[in-house]
């Protein structure tokens, strides 16, 4: 046993075997202050190192405190210290995960932990947690769960377990057993808008109304850009001489209506310089100070002026259907795609870091039934006399 542990668990021991301590001897200051803790009902909070692990002990009294020390060390059980999942998460979520990701991504390991994770094994120790508990967490999911969610919680739980491994407290991940039926439903397809309904909004940009309104449909419909870096741009972005813009940051919104500027991309392929149509200069408004957002003026849209922005724009271009920011990052590439024929062109304006993520993702192809017969008549001479 820890020998720390084993101080430590004498000291409250001999304190709980004697009840007349008081009258016996006089107080020492450390136990003079415990007796204050109690007096004023405050709680007992200490740190303490268990076989490589910070952990804290909380108690409302000296006595709760050595019962959860006597569990910790696993009294009377020959297998030694065990591990509450969720306590051991929650080490790993507050000292590897939240100061080293996105608010975005810290809030979605979040939800995987509370909603599907935690109500299943979250009471159960690292040490006993088999492949079935693992396939538990799936099986609880609704029937229309889609991969992409469930994958989220796969990534959550095999940072977890890694972390397990690593400090020696599994030797196996449950997560990684070859019988686990881990499927889900498949995400849907951006559509990307038709030809013509692109030739619409760009024959009714000048219809706009507002100069914010008309600077982003512009933007949009004319570069593969993510949302968030439509609204991302600043003026000190744009090289109006050249028409080069260049994408270094986002807005991005993860509790709605706290916008949330980033100086940096989704990933370090997306930051890139992209040359733009010289006719949306016409349709930008008057340029700001460098750091103003050209979307926005001195403050980032949030995500319900955004909204705003959307149905305004529907308004005064009488377009016939719903305006999505998405489906305009995957048209334009779509198109790009069409006319050039060159997937290394588009990857790098999308800003992706390798091309299988393009033609995944984005390059859907305008062309129904595939028709290769006159590159094959030329290739081999066939001619069909």
Not at 228 to 253: Q, Y
Request: hydrophobic share 35%; proline share 6%; net charge positive.
């Amino acid at each position: 046993m820890n020998k720390i542990l084993a101080y430590t668990l004498h000291r409250i021991g001999a304190a709980l075997q004697s009840p007349k301590l008081d009258n016996e001897k006089p107080r020492s200051p450390f136990e003079e202050g415990e007796k204050n803790m109690s007096a004023n009902k405050k709680k007992i909070r200490r740190e303490m190192t268990l076989n490589g692990v910070k952990i804290w002990i909380t108690a409302d009294t000296e006595q709760e405190y050595a019962d959860k020390l006597l569990q910790l060390a696993g009294a009377g059980q020959p297998t030694g210290t065990k591990h509450r999942f969720r306590d051991y998460a929650e080490n790993w979520f507050e000292v590897f995960s939240r100061p080293n990701v996105a608010k975005v991504t810290e809030l979605t390991y979040r939800r995987q932990l509370e909603r599907h994770i935690y109500p299943i094994i979250g009471n159960r120790t690292l040490e006993e947690i088999v492949p079935a508990d693992i396939q538990r967490i799936f099986n609880s999911m609704p029937n229309d769960a889609r991969q992409q969610t469930k994958n989220k919680v796969k990534i959550v739980l095999s940072q977890v377990f890694k972390m397990a491994l690593d400090d020696g407290i599994i030797t196996r991940n449950p997560l990684e057993s070859p019988s686990l039926k881990i499927k889900g439903t498949a995400s849907e397809a951006t559509k990307p808008y038709t030809v013509e309904q692109m030739r619409y909004l760009a024959a009714h940009l000048s219809e706009v109304k507002r100069p914010a309104d008309r600077a982003w449909l512009a933007i949009s419909i004319s570069l593969p850009l993510r949302p968030e870096e439509v609204l991302g741009l600043r003026w000190g972005d744009f090289d109006a001489e050249k028409c080069i813009v260049n994408i270094r940051s986002t807005v991005t919104h993860p509790t709605r209506n706290e916008p949330e500027f980033k100086p940096y991309t989704k990933t370090a392929a997306s930051v890139r310089s992209l040359i733009f149509p010289k006719e949306i200069l016409s349709y930008l408004p008057e340029p700001g100070q460098p750091e103003e957002f050209v979307i926005g003026g001195p403050k980032p849209v949030s995500y319900t002026q955004l909204r705003g922005i959307r149905k305004r724009v529907n308004l005064d271009t009488h377009f016939g259907e719903t305006i999505t920011p998405r489906r305009f990052r995957t048209t334009v590439a779509t198109d790009i795609s069409a006319a050039t024929h060159d997937l290394k062109l588009v990857q790098q304006m999308l800003g992706h870091a390798t091309p299988q993520m393009t033609l995944r993702y984005y390059d859907k192809g305008r062309s129904g039934a595939i028709d290769a017969s006159k590159a094959i008549e030329k290739c081999y001479g066939i001619n069909g006399s």
